[in-house]
């Protein structure tokens, strides 16, 4: 089989209901509110259900994303979940997604690379389709790493959890009004870079489980986790040069084809600081208004946070079909991702 075209045909994401507040952590790390607000720009941020998982969140809004596609679950041919928290080291979250939407044909496996995973997810579904590998792809990004921060690291107050994921499609499987005019498939670039700019030791201690202690009120100090660390200064920096150097290779590949930076009209920039959205948006002359920001209410949502935007973004009905949709990130590794989209789905009923 071929397939030339690949559509961006749903999309989906789950919000937890619970926050947690900056007020919160004063009382478990050595920060205040006012410096996580001017530092890093964040109030509160999401935290995932007492009884929930990254996988049950991952498979709700993979339901989501399939309802608007038109697709189901036994069309699927692969299951790709990106994740940096999951619930269980093996079977991987993509297999348990797997079974919990009963996609009983579909091949299912994790990407690890840090907060780019989904954008790496939707290269590798782009590559899968065009080449005529498969002909649906669900591409989920699905966190829960409040249950893994390091209270000792004050970069732990970046993280929130959320679930989300898209559907990509064979264009031969959708009408003609849900097809691309100028970007018969995303344009991708990605660059991986050798450092420690964050990493999750496999060293284990009590100390983590003090954010649950705290909310429940339960005494959990001695069931062991990993713990996430970070080198924030590191991780900006690169944040600043790598990543803005894969967003010029996405632009000009982009321009080849015609297309101006002036014709974008979405951008969603990965977000766990204020400070560099803020940079990413002025590199390309992108109003910051204009971009879906969350990062003061969600936190960081890591693999999730790009599709959770662009949902809300669209159910607030600010992406239109034709819009040119353009996502950046960067994440542990250190990795970095751009990608050029054509949005086309129909406006949110």
């Given at each position: ?93 993509a297999a348990m997604i797997q079974k919990q939407l009963a996609a009983r044909h ?244």
């Amino acid at each position: 089989m071929s397939a030339s075209t690949v559509v961006l045909s749903g999309i989906g994401r789950t919000i937890p209901g619970r926050r947690l507040t900056n007020r919160e952590w004063e009382q478990m790390v050595a920060t205040t509110d006012e410096w996580i607000q001017q530092n890093i720009g964040i109030r509160e941020r999401l935290r995932i259900d007492v009884e929930s998982t990254p996988t049950e969140m991952g498979a709700r809004a993979a339901q989501k994303a399939l309802s608007m596609a038109g697709v189901q679950p036994d069309e699927i041919d692969f299951v790709l979940c990106a994740t940096n928290s999951p619930a269980d080291t093996f079977p991987s979250t993509a297999a348990m997604i797997q079974k919990q939407l009963a996609a009983r044909h579909a091949t299912a496996m994790d990407l690890q690379a840090g907060c780019t995973g989904w954008l790496y997810g939707m290269r590798l579904a782009t590559g899968l389709i065009g080449s005529g590998e498969a002909r649906q792809v669900l591409v989920v990004g699905t966190e829960a790493l409040t249950r893994s921060l390091n209270l000792n690291d004050r970069s732990s107050v970046l993280f929130g959890d959320a679930g989300a994921a898209a559907v990509l499609s064979a264009g031969d499987t959708l009408p003609a009004d849900r097809q691309p005019d100028r970007l018969s498939r995303p344009l991708f670039a990605s660059l991986t870079t050798p450092s420690r700019a964050m990493q999750q030791p496999t060293i284990y201690s009590g100390e983590l489980n003090r954010v649950e202690d705290y909310i429940q009120g339960k005494d959990m100090s001695m069931v062991p986790r990993p713990q996430a660390s970070m080198d924030g200064k590191a991780s900006l920096k690169l944040a600043l040069t790598d990543t803005l150097r894969v967003v010029d290779e996405v632009l000009e590949r982009a321009a080849a084809q015609g297309i101006a930076r002036s014709d974008i009209k979405v951008f969603v920039p990965h977000q766990t600081n204020v400070h560099i959205v803020r940079k990413f948006c002025a590199h390309i002359d992108f109003p910051f208004e204009r971009i879906p920001y969350s990062l003061d209410r969600y936190g960081g949502l890591s693999t999730a946070g790009i599709p959770t935007n662009l949902v809300e973004h669209w159910q607030a009905g600010r992406v239109h079909p034709g819009d040119l949709v353009l996502a950046c990130g960067y994440g542990a590794g250190f990795t970095t991702a751009a990608m050029l989209l054509e949005w086309c789905l129909p406006p949110d009923a």
